[in-house]
């Protein structure tokens, strides 16, 4: 179980590896991804690998790693609903932005489990916060689905996406070649019925090929994200969530077909990002 959360992150920890590798630190994150795929952990290696002064290896016994993992290190804190409580209240978020001052010259990580749990006043406190970040405060947001945080609070971090992901089998690759030519080429000519009824032939209807295949770009976009430059991975990030959407609005009344169309155009605009991840 452990091995797998931990496979299925690699694209994370590599893109936090190049950030202190290249000193390009931000001041906030946001990481989705469903409950028990190993957020928090994440969080900690990353932690871990701005403190700790012998290379952060896993397994690391020196000072800071080992405070780090006991929870009492004095630049790592984890948040969350106060005991007995369901929602994370505003003081809790108080106490975040006060340390921001408080820590001024000294590095802090502030890790926020399930922020979609802050109340509507203590997601207003934490966006001041965001809007003027001081020093080395680093503050991670973890949530399952950005869905119901505050828009401009997703907009202020960088996001990283995480999800299972799957083997492909045969049929799934060729699937995979025909979607990549169809965004290579553009929309164009494409219809989208003819590729719906063409890609995943094990699929039991249009609405599971269409979500297979917006899973097929939410991969490509997440096996590119550990190496773009940064100035492109607003773009990635932003098709990503656009992918996420369109998945939603699946489960509402939306044609399949029109969303295939969507995300297939989606995918041509980021499509020189994505390239180098489709050939698998
Ligand atoms: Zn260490």
Redesign the pocket.
């Known amino acids: 179980m452990m091995d797998q959360a931990s496979s299925n992150n690699e694209h994370v920890s590599e893109y936090f590896n190049k950030a202190v590798e290249k000193g390009r630190v931000s001041h906030a994150y946001l990481l989705a991804g469903p409950a028990g795929c190993g957020k928090t952990g994440l969080c900690l290696d990353f932690a ?1 690998s701005l403190f ?3 290379g ?1 290896q896993p397994g ?1 016994q ?1 000072a ?2 080992r405070s780090i993992e006991h929870g009492n290190h004095a630049g790592v804190t984890l948040y969350g609903p106060q005991e007995g409580k369901s929602i994370i209240d505003i003081d809790t978020i108080r106490e975040v932005c006060s340390r921001s001052h408080y820590r001024r010259d000294h590095t802090f990580i502030a890790i926020i489990e399930g922020a979609e749990r802050m109340s509507n006043a203590a997601a207003n406190a934490l966006l001041k916060t965001l809007e003027e970040p001081a020093g080395d405060f680093i503050i991670i947001l973890t949530v399952a689905s950005t869905g119901n945080l505050l828009p401009t609070i997703v907009s202020r971090c960088h996001r990283l996406y995480l999800g299972a992901r799957q083997e492909s089998s045969p049929t799934q690759q060729e699937a995979g070649a025909a979607l990549q030519r169809l965004v290579q080429a553009g929309w164009g000519t494409g219809d989208p019925r003819k590729i719906l009824s063409e890609m995943f032939p094990d699929a039991e209807n249009s609405r599971e090929r269409a979500q297979a295949i917006l899973s097929l770009l939410l991969e490509w976009s997440r096996c590119r994200i550990e190496s773009v430059a940064p100035a492109d991975l607003d773009a990635l990030t932003a098709f990503q969530e656009e992918l996420l959407s369109l998945r939603r609005s699946l489960d509402g009344n939306v044609s399949a077909e029109l969303v295939v169309e969507q995300a297939v155009k989606q995918a041509h605009s980021v499509g020189g990002l994505l390239t180098s991840a489709m050939v698998r």
Do not use: D, F, S
């Open positions: 871990r700790c002064g012998e952060a690391c020196c800071q790693c």
